[in-house]
């Protein structure tokens, strides 16, 4: 097989749990080829570059195999090449430091610990801004 659809190759190569979230991804503008966003059904061949965006990081994989069918996890070297940048494993790692400061959407308010730690991580004297209050009269 010298060329498959992405949809069924993402899915065939574990990038995505299962073709339905693929295709989604495709068509959401997630999933680029060669620095131009696909649909599901475009076709790929051995060499193509293949970058998938999962916030926060935009992962990049040379295609070295075109399959349609799900393969073991020992099989992926075979079948992909993860070139991801450096810097996008540094970013993902910051995300993960950082933690619940960018909260997930419909996860509701912050429980008390939660904000404690927000107030202790953007404390202002982190900014240097605490000395300005001691210089500042804001009377004038």
């Keep these: 097989m010298e060329v ?12 995505f749990k299962t073709r339905s979230i693929a295709a989604n ?11 131009v ?26 295609i070295l195999k075109t399959i349609e069918q ?30 619940f400061v960018d909260r997930a959407r419909g996860t509701g308010r912050p429980t008390k610990k939660e904000r404690r730690a927000l107030d202790a991580f953007a404390e202002p004297a982190m900014f240097g801004f605490d000395d300005l209050d001691d210089e500042f009269d804001f009377d004038e």
């Design 37 to 62: 966003t696909v649909k599901p059904s475009r076709t790929v061949k051995v060499g193509d570059v293949v970058s998938v965006k999962k916030p926060p990081v935009t992962y990049s994989f040379k």
């Design 4 to 15: 498959a659809r992405i949809d069924k190759w993402l899915w065939a190569a574990r990038i």
């Design 25 to 35: 991804a495709c068509k959401n503008g997630r999933v680029m080829l060669g620095g």
């Design 70 to 99: 799900r393969v073991g996890a020992k099989l992926l070297p075979e079948i992909y090449e993860n070139v991801t940048d450096a810097k996008q494993y540094e970013l993902l790692e910051m995300s993960r430091i950082s933690g």
